[in-house]
């Protein structure tokens, strides 16, 4: 199988409220709950065809300066959605996102 460019595996990082709230759960010590949560995690858009291993390692290549290393990978393929625009009925693209799981310790940041 032939090695695939990173920056075709990994498109884009997705930045929501929801994925920057997940972000900041390691540093979180609110209940007991979220204070386990020690490792940082980060959520990219990522090709339809990417396996979780390939992911894990386009995200290693991709932030090699920083010397991260990848924990766990859990995908999710998103649904194209119904939309209407001015009377014109379509879908908007369906997506596959990846929510990446770091050691802890690590970050992508360079604010933190």
Do not use: W
């Not at 990994?10 to 007991?32: C, D, F, M, W, Y």
């Not at 396996?51 to 924990?71: F, L, P, R, S």
Request: aromatic share 6%; hydrophobic share 35%.
């Amino acid at each position: 199988m032939k090695e695939r460019n990173p920056y075709h595996v990994i498109k884009s990082r997705h930045v929501t409220e929801k994925t920057t709230v997940l972000e900041g759960l390691q540093h979180a010590n609110s209940n007991r709950c979220v204070a386990k949560c020690t490792s940082p995690k980060y959520v990219f858009i990522v090709d339809k065809n990417a396996n979780k291993n390939e992911i894990a390692q386009a995200v290693e290549t991709i932030y090699v300066e920083k010397k991260i290393k990848v924990k766990a990978v859990n995908t999710i393929s998103m649904k194209p959605k119904k939309r209407r625009v001015r009377g014109f009925r379509g879908f908007r693209a369906g997506f596959k996102k990846a929510i990446v799981t770091l050691e802890a310790g690590d970050t992508i940041d360079e604010a933190v």
